[in-house]
């Protein structure tokens, strides 16, 4: 197949995207039957492998102006978490938060809001696209996930970068978490976000950092991050599936 790079980019956008429409209406109640499950697996291996056989993973999302900033960027999935540690942290304006980033790392680290924003920072306009059906065109701010990892070193084993976060689901029995591979992770456009739109990032929106990962759906875009685990697998996490919404279902890679 030979085809320019405008061509593999619509092809790329099409195979990835032919099984996230799927999830624009019931997802939740299709998620708990048997056989929607097994479909959406089937789409999400067609959808990675057509990006690993067809294309780069360093091509940017798109970018915009502030002109096109979206009036107000709501908030996807939890707005407060109902946490007591999370919220007596947000109640000192995060002065006492670190992110812990650890596992398969030569150099586990600690770090605070103030060490992550004396970090080398990138700011960029993208799109937020969730699977309800909604879009939205946010300026964020914050240090490319990248610069973490130089700081801790993966080991040779590390293959994906798991964010535990301080939301609680299904009345407090697991936490909300999220995951992507080393590729996603070094990529330019996937920041540890800490401002949205010139201001601190809302609670609404994630606060006190949330990732960015511009080339996949809102649902990989964990909020309320507390701490940063690098694995060999899923297998002894929560559902062993790599996301909270994929162990119910959803497609663990979900690219646009």
Request: charge should be neutral; proline fraction near 5%.
């Amino acid at each position: 197949m030979n085809l320019n790079s405008g061509a593999k980019r619509r092809f790329l956008r099409l195979a990835a995207g032919s099984a996230s429409a799927l999830f624009l209406t019931g997802c939740d109640r299709l998620s708990r039957t048997e056989w929607f499950p097994r479909l959406l697996g089937q789409g999400e291996r067609l959808s990675y492998g057509v990006y690993r056989l067809f294309g780069s993973r360093r091509p940017m999302a798109q970018e915009f102006t502030e002109v096109d900033l979206s009036p107000s960027f709501r908030s996807n999935g939890t707005r407060l978490p109902e946490n007591d540690v999370y919220q007596a942290l947000a109640k000192d304006g995060f002065a006492n938060w670190a992110l812990e980033v650890g596992g398969l790392v030569e150099q586990p680290v600690r770090l605070t809001l103030a060490q992550l924003r004396a970090m080398p920072s990138r700011t960029q306009i993208t799109r937020h696209d969730c699977v309800e059906g909604w879009s939205a065109i946010g300026k964020w701010t914050g240090v490319p996930l990248a610069e973490v990892l130089r700081q801790v070193r993966p080991t040779p084993q590390a293959r994906y970068v798991v964010f535990h976060c301080a939301d609680p689901m299904e009345n407090g029995a697991n936490f909300y978490y999220e995951s992507i591979d080393l590729d996603d992770a070094y990529h330019v456009q996937t920041i540890l976000a800490y401002g949205l739109n010139d201001a601190t990032l809302p609670i609404d929106n994630g606060a006190p950092i949330r990732v960015r990962i511009e080339r996949q759906l809102g649902y990989k875009m964990a909020k309320y991050i507390m701490r940063i685990e690098l694995v060999e697998s899923f297998a002894n996490i929560a559902g062993g599936k790599g996301g909270y919404w994929e162990d119910q279902g959803y497609q663990w890679y979900a690219g646009i």
